[in-house]
């Protein structure tokens, strides 16, 4: 656990902090609704976080600011081509209205197989039932078994 104290001097510094929160739940919150639109998540299903790194710890492509944003993004394998471009237009679309170039954007993604994610027995069954997507009968089947 890591602890720090404030002292009336950090306030200028906390103000900035609560400011940058706002900002990170913003681009949270565009792809989290990207991926709602494009790929028809429920509602309930927001696994996002943020990773931020240094400058000097994450080389970027030349000709990116120092704003760029990379979005990795882990999906069960099976989604159209139809319903990815639509997740890249969506995430870059709803970036944009936050301040981010198209050009400062790059979009990952990652298709996993659904036997290769690991959760509980439970929870397991009560996804598989809930999962609403493109070939979602042989992804239910293959959770369930």
């Not at 009336?8 to 900002?23: G, I, L, M, P, Y």
């Not at 400062?104 to 069954?125: A, G, N």
Request: hydrophobic share 40%; proline share 4%.
């Amino acid at each position: 656990m890591l602890g720090w104290r404030r002292t009336h001097a950090d306030h200028q510094d906390r103000r900035k902090e609560d400011s940058h929160v706002c900002e990170v739940q913003a681009l949270i919150e565009a792809v989290y609704l990207a991926q709602r639109e494009a790929l028809r998540l429920p509602e309930w299903d927001r696994q996002i976080r943020c990773v931020e790194h240094k400058p000097e710890y994450f080389h970027v492509i030349p000709g990116t600011s120092e704003n760029h944003v990379l979005v990795e993004v882990s999906m069960f394998s099976g989604r159209s081509l139809e319903a990815k471009r639509a997740l890249y237009q969506g995430i870059v679309q709803r970036l944009a209205r936050l301040g981010v170039n198209a050009s400062d954007i790059t979009i990952v993604l990652y298709e996993v197989p659904p036997e290769f994610v690991v959760v509980s027995l439970p929870r397991r069954l009560s996804l598989a039932s809930k999962l609403t997507f493109e070939g979602q009968e042989s992804l239910t089947r293959r959770w369930a078994s």
